[in-house]
């Protein structure tokens, strides 16, 4: 953060900490998701490896947020591109237009809230 950033206008300040609530909370969101392994009857570390497999896209999305924290550009590029790939990943799949809204959206929302907010 640099020391300008007490001084932007009320709006740029929303520009600028919008996209990282948004990610913080997406990231939130698709953890729960990794929360479905303990249901199974798994031994202990077959459950611990399983979780944390299903922890993959969380972390590469907190990797991306690390990123665009200080690069809003190069952060932002990246979630567009994690959202383009998942879209490519499941394209063929027999997924609803929902699931696919509700998962590729944030990160391209998030990745163009980025991009905006580098342009201040």
């Known amino acids: 953060m640099t020391p300008l950033f007490f001084f932007m206008p009320q709006k740029l300040k929303f520009l600028y ?3 990282r609530v948004l990610a913080v ?3 939130i ?4 998701f990794s929360l479905d392994v303990f249901q199974e009857d798994y031994g202990f570390w077959e459950t611990i490896l399983g979780f944390l497999i299903h ?3 969380s972390l590469l999305l907190a990797a ?3 990123i665009a924290w200080k690069r809003e550009r190069i952060g ?3 979630f567009l591109l994690l ?3 998942y879209l ?3 394209y063929d799949k027999d997924f609803p237009s929902l699931s696919h809204l509700i998962i590729t959206g944030p990160p391209f929302l998030i990745g163009i809230l980025f991009l905006m907010s580098e342009k201040k």
Not at 29 to 32: G, K, T
């Open 88 to 90: 490519l990943m499941t």
């Open 55 to 57: 922890l993959i896209p």
């Open 17 to 19: 900490w919008l996209p």
């Open 83 to 85: 959202g383009f790939w």
């Open 64 to 66: 991306a947020l690390l």
């Open 29 to 32: 969101f698709i953890s729960l």
């Open 25 to 27: 909370i997406f990231i």
């Open 76 to 78: 932002g590029l990246i």
